[in-house]
């Protein structure tokens, strides 16, 4: 038996596929579909399905005759390796988006979710940032390959709405957390990059944890349950060409992140602050006024979320990478 929820796009017997299922995201969405009851889901490794290959990704939508789409596969990284891969970064992302975009349309599916990020939008961007900010302005150069392709990705939606009639509609979420995040060293976001370095302080009776830059500046976070809520919302009730922020619209700084990271894995020495690396921009936060007029509110606070997530990682091993650093950078300049 499902949760109660009434649907009426995704109907129950529905081929769902969920790309990228084994990531932060589309495992939470997974998880979601499941406890409402949609057991049609259709889900494929890389290994199974490498969607980087044309060929491939069309042989699957004409056999699999897919009705529902959620594109949550992506290369994804935090800034560092983000800034130093840009061009694996452009490619991987536009190839996987053009490839399924294309193929869905081609074989008919119903409806599909495409999912950008935050950072498609300008370094200068009012905050909180609207809808109506996307290409307003030059991007972060740090992650523009990355951006790029992800703004290619929600324009071939938009573009195949207008032009061919498919319910092809995005959304671009805030920084997101939860079970099966990524925890490597080099390549995390700043929640598991920071979650890592506080547990192995913790763990290794360490007196100091050092937090790049002034812990001032603020940034959003959201749960990726609360985003597969979002996800399923959308996916009911968004029928029109373009896209829609997804965050709390809530802002944290990086200082109180850092002790209530602290106070989550029981780190008890001193947070340093390390003023001499820079803080990045100092506020980003999304305007989520039109994904909360659906009806979606996010339910799980940051201290829970973040204990749920620890409780996962500590589950699942997800700290046994052997440690680089304990130095932690503040996310998305
Ligand atoms: N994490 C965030 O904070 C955040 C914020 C905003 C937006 N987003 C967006 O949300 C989406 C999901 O992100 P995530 O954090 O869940 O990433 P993730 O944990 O790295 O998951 C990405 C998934 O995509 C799969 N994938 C990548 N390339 C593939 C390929 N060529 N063929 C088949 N599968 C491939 C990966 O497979 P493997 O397991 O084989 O690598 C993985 O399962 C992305 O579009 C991202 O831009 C994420």
């Known amino acids: 038996m499902g949760s109660l929820r009434v649907f009426s796009t995704l109907t129950h017997d529905a081929r769902i596929f969920v790309a990228g299922h084994k990531g932060l995201v589309g495992s939470a969405i997974v998880r979601r579909l499941t406890s409402y009851g949609f057991s049609n889901l259709v889900l494929k490794t890389r290994a199974e399905l490498d969607l980087l290959d044309q060929a491939a990704v069309r042989d699957f939508f004409r056999e699999e005759k897919i009705d529902f789409v959620f594109v949550c596969a992506a290369k994804v990284g935090g800034i560092l390796h983000n800034s130093r891969h840009q061009a694996d970064f452009i490619y991987e992302n536009l190839m996987i988006s053009a490839n399924i975009i294309q193929a869905a349309a081609l074989y008919d599916v119903k409806k599909l979710l495409y999912l950008g990020s935050s950072c498609i939008y300008p370094k200068f961007s009012p905050q909180p940032i609207p809808e109506e900010a996307l290409l307003s302005g030059p991007l972060e150069p740090t992650n523009e390959g990355y951006a790029i392709a992800k703004i290619a990705g929600l324009k071939m939606c938009e573009k195949f709405y207008t032009q061919y009639g498919k319910c092809f509609v995005s959304v671009m979420p805030t920084n997101m957390y939860g079970p099966n995040d990524n925890f490597h060293p080099d390549h995390s976001h700043v929640i598991p990059g920071m979650m890592r370095r506080f547990h192995e302080a913790a763990r290794g009776g360490a007196s100091s944890v050092t937090v790049w830059g002034t812990g001032s500046p603020r940034r959003e976070f959201l749960y990726s349950d609360d985003f597969a809520e979002a996800a399923l919302t959308v996916m009911e009730s968004y029928n029109e060409p373009g896209f829609l922020n997804v965050g709390t619209g809530e802002d944290v700084t990086i200082c109180e992140l850092a002790f209530t990271m602290a106070k989550v894995v029981g780190f008890k020495g001193e947070i340093i602050f390390d003023s001499s690396k820079p803080d990045g921009t100092p506020r980003k936060v999304l305007d989520v006024s039109?994904?909360?007029?659906?009806?979606?509110?996010?339910?799980?606070?940051?201290?829970?979320?973040?204990?749920?997530?620890?409780?996962?990682?500590?589950?699942?091993?997800?700290?046994?990478?052997?440690?680089?650093?304990?130095?932690?950078?503040?996310?998305?300049?």
Not at 306 to 312: D, G, H, K
Request: net charge negative; hydrophobic share 45%.
């Open 290 to 333: 039109k994904v909360k007029s659906l009806g979606w509110e996010p339910q799980i606070s940051l201290e829970v979320g973040l204990r749920l997530a620890y409780e996962w990682a500590l589950g699942a091993d997800a700290f046994s990478l052997s440690p680089e650093s304990r130095v932690v950078q503040v996310p998305g300049v």
